[in-house]
């Protein structure tokens, strides 16, 4: 008998031992991005210079008890992984009730300006010279246009329930993709007649596209001019503990000029806007 419990004992103290290798990787956090210009971009030579990025590495020099892992993939994989309480983060997104139920949600890391109606000079002349804002309820009325989207992207509050409101599923045509350039081939090449887009994307595209259309935005009638990002973690203890360790240095280096240089890098130029000097100061700084 001595032969077969000698083997038991040996099995049962070595698992009772604790897993080192898991306890270490709880020190890892699993960043979940996506090429998505110019917040983050991936390749080329302002590779890893997108400002969600530049935004995240500050948070990530003052974490050093963990090991950051970028991984390029999509937000539905992003967001998968969080639902199955996985070791993921996602520098920025909006917070929704819907995504509360398995994720946590640090204080504000970025101010993003709303998203804008995106259209060619085709589509703009259509609506009329001159026009300078648009009516987003009144475009999604328009039987013969069609609204492109990224499928499974938020667009903000406000216009995620404008589209559920006002949108005819016919009407709005969920792009699979985590690229907006191919939105963006597909409005210059007039097969959709409008997107949704935030104004430094647009402003990327028309410097760095190939066709002779250049994109114009357009604000909606009604919308706030900013919104808050997050980062944000899958709901469980582990994530707790980073969303505490993340909230802990972002209200100390949201702050600083250096952090706010690198959230609006791309769109500095709104630094000077009234109504952001106001979202900056009386919003982001207090959330």
């Avoid at 909006?94 to 101010?111: G, L, V, W």
């Amino acid at each position: 008998m001595k032969q077969y419990i000698w083997p038991l004992l040996i099995t049962f103290m070595l698992s009772s031992l604790p897993d080192s290798a898991d306890a270490s990787d709880l020190k890892t956090i699993y960043w979940q991005t996506y090429h998505r210009p110019p917040g983050i971009i991936v390749s080329g030579e302002q590779g890893q210079l997108g400002f969600i990025q530049q935004a995240m590495k500050l948070i990530q020099d003052e974490l050093p008890d963990y090991e950051h892992v970028v991984v390029h993939t999509t937000l539905a994989r992003a967001l998968q992984d969080m639902r199955l309480g996985k070791q993921t983060c996602h520098p920025s997104l909006f917070r929704r009730p819907e995504r509360e139920a398995y994720m946590y949600f640090s204080h504000a890391t970025q101010i993003s300006p709303t998203n804008r109606v995106v259209v060619t000079d085709e589509t703009l002349h259509a609506l009329g010279e001159g026009t300078a804002s648009v009516s987003l309820t009144a475009l999604l009325a328009k039987p013969e246009w069609l609204l492109g989207v990224i499928g499974g992207r938020s667009y903000g509050s406000e216009i995620d329930q404008l589209l559920a409101e006002h949108g005819e599923p016919s009407r709005i045509i969920p792009i699979q993709s985590e690229s907006l350039d191919v939105v963006f081939r597909m409005l210059a090449l007039g097969r959709i007649q409008y997107t949704l887009a935030y104004p430094f994307e647009g402003r990327y595209f028309n410097q760095h596209n190939p066709y002779q259309a250049r994109l114009k935005m357009l604000p909606i009638d009604g919308l706030q001019p900013y919104e808050l990002g997050h980062v944000a973690c899958s709901r469980t203890v582990w994530g707790a503990k980073v969303i505490s360790d993340i909230n802990r240095v972002v209200m100390t280096i949201k702050f600083t000029d250096r952090y706010l240089q690198a959230m609006t890098a791309y769109w500095q130029e709104e630094q000077a806007l009234p109504q952001f000097q106001d979202y900056y100061h009386n919003t982001f700084l207090r959330h």
